[in-house]
């Protein structure tokens, strides 16, 4: 090194090494402050969650549960809310497919010639749309709606399409550019073009991406109820504030169920499809 | 085009099936509709449409009292707060869960199968896991609500319980599923467990464990806000309240500064997710 001429000074691979672990501690004393203000910011209630007077009750609040209501009236009537839970989630997630679509369109540029003017202001509008939790938009949709499951139909559909829209806008981005390349040279509008090149080629992923949310919305759907807005929740959110525990469980059960089967039910059909 | 080409058809070919399949999706359809009270037009009913005018006017001008700002900005730490706290509580659980599940560590299973008593813990610890995420946070909280009475504690709990199971599953699932060989080397020389953890597995998986669970922290805030409809504080509680009175404005300044926060949530977790690469 010495006898050779000055080399630029380069970070040798323990400086490198060095300004990464700086670099990492700063992040984790950043993070561990943020925990500790946390914790000390919130008055948490260990002393009461973890007394023996706690535990006593909460061992009542399950004793309560059971044993679970079974009556023939009732489980006919969970099994509508059931039935319920999965219309919504159906129907949300086919209206937000539909929506996705209308927006993912004006969202996307597909060809590099194309102005797309409102691109950035439609993707700010899906932005906004899948920002804001399904929970909060039934709470905002019951006052158009009224309480019953439209709203929570209404409510998935909303924060769906913005997931959507995102998902169908960058996916129609990438889609391969020839077969539509080849129409619009032969003067094909572009109308035409979208439907007979590009929504075939990516009609699978879309579909594939919609079962995906359909997925999640029934998982939404069932506790979506707990502000009013149909389905399973609302018979769980009316019968604990009623303190009908057994009815509660009851509830309980089938939502737990629904959930289980559709994540079993989810879980195989990707693995019989990767086989 | 060339004359010898024939005339390309004027209509689509495949129009007859694609509508029998619209026909019959619609048909299968109708009963859905009719479950879910599907009846959009009740949206534009005089009294509604009266009603949804009345909240969307006052909306505009967003409450913007100092002392308000200064009660959505103590909530919306409030908010970050629960989400933060019941993620490290999560962790808690969720970091010895997974060590009890991972596969990889398992001593028995060197030599062949894993044997019978650590085969079905691991098997009993997962189900638990997966027991632990399947049950909603929101109904988590419900319940907790009914125990420690309303505030954060409930939330803090729903979050930890729910996330606890989700990250022990995918920790468990993200030491499976790299490569295996470092580790197996270790226990195979003689290594304990802990060593092959911290010096084969660790290592190798660290950075995609570091992000998960900042994906995971941006998840917890959203849902922390959603929590709050149910009685576990932070921004969500207000805004319940304040829509349970019609006041739009301040509705619209605690969704503002909510889609701020969860945008901001979004730029913090990509930018640590970059910087671990």
Redesign the interface.
Known sequence: MSSGPALPPVATPSQALWNARC?ACW?LLAMLA??V???W??????G??FSLD?AR??GR?IAEFFPPDTSPEFLRKVALGT??T???S??GT?LAAVAGLALALPASRLHAAERAWARAPTRALL??LR???E??WA??L?????L???A???ALAAHTTGVLGRLFAETLENAPPGPGAALRTQGVGKGRVFLYATLPQVLPQLLSYTLYRWENNI?AA??LG??GA?GL?QL??FH?GLFHMAKTATV?GA??LL??LV?GLSYGSRRWLMR | MSASLPAPPQRDPAWLGRLFWISAALVLLWPLGVASEFKPWTLLAPDNLKVTGQFLGTFLPPAHSAEFLLMVGREAWRTVAIATTGLVLALVLAVPLALLAVRVLSVSALSGRMARGPFWLRQAVRWGLVVLRSVPELVWALVFVRVVGLGPTAGVLAIALTYGGMLGKVYAEILESGDAHATETLLRNGASRSQALFYGLLPQNASELTSYTVYRWECAIRSSVVLGFVGAGGLGQQMDNSMKMFNGGEVFTMLAVFVALVALADQVSALLRRMLG
Request: hydrophobic fraction near 65%; charge should be negative.
């Open positions: 670099r992040l943020l925990v203000a946390s914790f910011s919130l008055d948490l209630q260990w009461q969650f706690a009750s909460m609040f039935w319920e999965l219309a919504m159906a129907l086919l932005n906004l920002a804001v939790p929970l909060v709470g905002l019951l006052i158009a709606a009224g019953g499951p439209l929570g139909t209404l998982r069932a506790v707990v502000v149909g929740g769980l959110a604990m309980l939502m737990l959930v289980g994540d």
